[in-house]
Nanobody
Framework: QVQLVESGGGLVQAGGSLRLSCTAS????????MGWYRQAPGKQRELVAR???????NYLDSVKGRFTISRGNANSVVYLQMNSLKPEDTALYSC?????????WGPGTQVTVSS
């Protein structure tokens, strides 16, 4: 079993920054990638950023240059540094772990950007 716990969400003004953290525990030895998804009300969930076991990253076009995904010293921790936040970044941000062929999800952390 795998558990994911997120932290770092909150309310911030446009132009501000937030840093999200996700810690994975349990049977994570075969982790393929970790990433962040977001879902705004009335919209589909979308991949924001992902980092593979080998360190390859990919980003949603609208966050490139503003968001950075990184890993902690332990590969079980992943961060999402979000700068120059915009109101359209408001969403529930969920951590995802791909382990072999199974997806695991955290409960999510709310990010709200006021204009």
């Amino acid at each position: 079993q795998v558990q994911l716990v997120e932290s770092g969400g909150g309310l911030v003004q446009a132009g501000g920054s937030l840093r999200l953290s996700c810690t994975a525990s349990g049977s994570i030895g075969s982790m393929v990638a970790m990433g962040w998804y977001r879902q705004a009300p009335g919209k589909q969930r979308e991949l924001v950023a992902r980092i593979t076991r080998g360190g390859t990253t990919n980003y949603l076009d609208s966050v490139k240059g503003r968001f950075t995904i990184s890993r902690g010293n332990a590969n079980s921790v992943v961060y999402l540094q979000m700068n120059s936040l915009k109101p359209e970044d408001t969403a529930l941000y969920s951590c995802n772990a791909l382990i072999i062929r199974s997806d695991y999800w955290g409960p999510g952390t709310q990010v709200t950007v006021s204009s």
